[in-house]
């Protein structure tokens, strides 16, 4: 069933996968937002935690706005949410300005009412020895909680989702990965430098994300274009770690007109 409306069109690309495509990705993250926000409201009625997967980098930083807007401007509490973090650099320390620590309180956790002990992310200033334990802590913690409720999402270049870069295995969980050369080129400007920029990361496992209830994924713009391609038209595979969603049995997937160029060759506008 494909749905058009003047902000967005909808492709059922699968019977468990939906592409929503939005002219505008401000509409997009809005719509995110909400979708996020729903999930919290209901839980809350509930008397429930809502249990979120975030995400960082560039693309979900609308939804964390948006975000922001509704806890202002209409009341929406996170009192009752507990989050989780896809991934952290290794070795960051988690107060560097850099670190996905710091971009959480700044783009989202500073400015809500969430209780601190309630966002998780993994510290990336361990050492070597220690990573095994903290990696199952975190893993127990979300299996503790009942399970990420719902999960977003960025994909990079290279194909990976969190850091699971090309060659990670369907069932991988939460561990220590070296990031491949395309995602530290793209890092670059961040770090000032090809130098600067981390060898290593920390990442919840390509099973660790498949367990959450749903997932919801984004893209934005060119830069974005041809791996989404390759994800959506291509074999599921270890080379795009991404295409592993295509396994999933409840994801959105959420682009812009330019990140699914592809789509225009292929479904019915
Ligand atoms: C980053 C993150 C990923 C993110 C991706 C895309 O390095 N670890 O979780 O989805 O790469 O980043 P961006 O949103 O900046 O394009």
Redesign the pocket.
Known sequence: MNQTNSQFENHRWSENLLMKIYKEKDHGSAYVAQRLADVISEKQKAGKKAILGM?????PKGVYRELIRLHRDEGLSFKNVHTFN??EYYRMLPENVMSYNTFMKEHLFDHIDIPAENTNIINGDLELEEIENHCAEFEKKIYDLGGIDIQL????RSGHI??NEPGSATDSRTRLVNLCEI?RND?ISDFNGLENVPTQAITMGVRTILDAKEIIMIAWGNKKSEIVQKTFTGEISADVPATYLLTHPKVEVILDHESSAFCNKMLPM
């Open positions: 995400a960082t980098g560039s693309t896809l991934d999402l960025g994909i990079g969190g850091f995602t890092a």
